[in-house]
């Protein structure tokens, strides 16, 4: 239980609404405070689609206490354990340049309060503390879509916030990050956190049966929820998928109660796999999720299963807004910026590192392709610099700018940087797209498979991709036609959607499964709803193919 309380608390804090179907944007920011970023294998054709992040205007009235012009001094708290991994913070805060705010709101017995400001050229970051008065054991807090706002275009909705709860203070440190930062040395913005909010997890018995690959339907009637439907698949030897769909009466619950599917084997908690994804909206709205177990971890033994979810408990109604004046003067000694203009690859143009942005916290890299279709191709990237090697994580392309991926490198502590210091970049594990999810009326690239005796009997076919043997298995549940697919081979990285026919008449397949380029998963199940005939064309949008041993390396400077 604690270790699922510890998961949901980091994507609370983390302001996770996902949306579909930018699961690569949703991966990204759920592991945007580890040295791993995930890179989804779109499941839908509109894989550009930005996010759709809500924004909810509460008004209330409270004082706000007016920020003095910007004081540079250390701030004597201890941040460590909640900036674990962020040395370039850590450093800056180590040589005075926090600015201070101390500024501060209670409302609702719950206090937030707002210490240190740090701002350069590659981001905005502010250290706070939320004091929540005495809090139960099962209290989870957030601090609810916490934005920068102004007239100096602080409006960026690439912005998160998460807290840590200190046992030994009784409160919570909180950190704030925005890739926003002023264009002048000075400027004048507005905080605002639109909520608190407090929650407890909850279990509610969920009694599935693994024999039956039907869908099971069981009412919930809890935080907003009615019912959830769950489908049991078996991903070969290995894998168990659980496939849900929640619907709920209050739509707003979705975005704090996420629902999860748990096991008990004799007693003992079964947690899912790593990989799944969590309220991708069905056909009609629905909740859905996808989650992976371990076959042998729910097989044998005396297994039951809970459907584990978050239930608010308190409401501290917002807006909760602080005028601040932010400058990023003292960080201007120590940052670098270098126009690079130096292709990717050796003797391709297909991407190219366009700049570089050395900042006292941070570095940041940005990557331009002349194909917006297809994602960075790589999976693992590094700075080499001064002998150290330092772990980057992707960011979503700027809003307007497609062509454009953005790669952020976290600076060590102990680590200086001048123009003169050696500087590598390191590309490694390349996944190559073949084809295109862009729906067209050109279609010569596509090659039909042709499915013939569709019956309840499951049926194979092999096909050859890029060399690769690919396994299609297709049959009919119900009145429904699922289509599975999957290599032996690890190296296929896996067919993203399928369609039945061309043109307008083109029916798409709903994804059952959503999968990551480079994580070593190539099977995938669509299902075709209320599906007629014993024969189907059926295409896919593209494949991708996995090289984990390529590598491109980038000399910057000298």
Do not use: C
């Not at 069905?282 to 299963?305: H, P």
């Not at 499964?513 to 949008?541: H, P, Q, R, S």
Request: no cysteine; aromatic share 10%.
């Amino acid at each position: 239980m604690k270790k699922l309380e510890n998961m949901l608390e980091h994507q609370l804090n983390e302001g996770q609404s996902v949306t579909y179907p930018d699961f690569e944007s949703m991966w990204e920011r759920i592991e945007h405070n580890t040295t791993t970023s995930f890179h989804a294998r779109m499941s839908s054709s509109n894989q550009k689609r930005g996010r759709n992040w809500s924004k909810i205007a509460l008004v209330s009235s409270f004082s706000v206490v007016l920020a003095a012009a910007p004081v540079y001094a250390a701030v004597h708290y201890n941040w460590d354990t909640m900036l674990h991994g962020r040395g370039g913070i850590q450093a800056v805060l180590a040589q005075n340049l926090g600015q201070k705010l101390d500024q501060s709101i209670t409302k609702g017995g719950v206090t937030l309060k707002l210490h240190t400001a740090i701002v350069d050229e590659n981001r905005t970051v502010i250290l706070f503390t939320l004091d929540v008065g005495q809090r139960q054991d099962n209290e989870i807090w957030r601090v609810n879509e916490m934005t920068l706002k102004g007239t100096e275009g602080a409006n960026s909705s690439e912005a998160y916030n998460y807290l840590n709860w200190d046992e030994k203070n009784q409160i919570y440190n909180g950190y704030f990050e925005s890739e926003w930062t002023p264009k002048r040395d000075t400027v004048n913005v507005e905080l605002v956190a639109d909520n608190l909010n407090a929650f407890s997890t909850q279990e509610l018995d969920l009694p599935l049966d693994l024999h039956s690959q039907e869908t099971q339907s069981f009412p919930i009637e809890q935080e907003g929820m009615r019912s959830i439907e769950v489908k049991p698949f078996t991903q070969g030897q290995e894998k168990m998928l659980f496939s849900s769909a929640i619907i709920f009466d209050q739509p707003e619950a979705k975005g704090w109660a996420y629902p999860n599917i748990v096991g008990y084997k004799n007693g003992t908690l079964i947690n899912s796999l790593p990989g799944g994804t969590f309220g991708t909206p069905g056909e009609k709205g629905e909740y859905t999720a996808q989650q992976y177990f371990k076959a042998e971890d729910v097989s044998g033994g005396q297994m039951t299963y809970k459907l584990q979810y978050m239930k608010k408990e308190k409401d501290v109604n917002g807006p909760l807004s602080f005028d601040l004046q932010l400058s990023k003067k003292q960080m201007e000694s120590g940052t670098i910026k270098t126009s690079l203009n130096l292709p990717l690859e050796v003797g391709e143009t297909d991407y190219t590192l366009e700049n570089m942005i050395v900042s006292p916290t941070q570095i940041r890299v940005t990557v331009r392709s002349k194909d917006i279709d297809n994602s960075f191709p790589y999976k693992k990237y590094t700075l080499e610099v001064a002998g150290k090697t330092l772990e980057g994580n992707l960011w979503r392309s700027p809003e307007g700018e497609p062509e454009l991926t953005v790669l952020r490198f976290e600076r060590p502590v102990d680590l200086e940087i001048t123009q003169e210091t050696p500087i590598t970049f390191v590309a490694k594990y390349k996944v190559t797209q073949h084809g295109s999810y862009k729906i067209t009326n050109n279609n010569a690239d596509k090659i039909p498979l042709l499915l013939t005796n569709i019956s309840q009997k499951k049926q194979t076919i092999i096909q050859q991709l890029s060399g690769y043997p690919v396994k299609w298995t297709y049959y009919m549940q119900g009145s429904d036609l699922y289509v599975e697919t999957g290599s032996e081979d690890a190296r296929f990285g896996g067919i993203n959607q399928t369609h039945i026919g061309l043109g307008k008449e083109r029916i798409l397949g709903k994804p059952i499964t959503v999968n990551f380029a480079g994580d070593g998963n190539n099977k995938a199940i669509d299902v075709y709803k209320d599906f007629k005939g014993t024969e189907a064309t059926i295409y896919m949008f593209y494949y991708t193919t996995d090289d984990p041993d390529k590598e491109s390396r980038v000399q910057i400077q000298p």
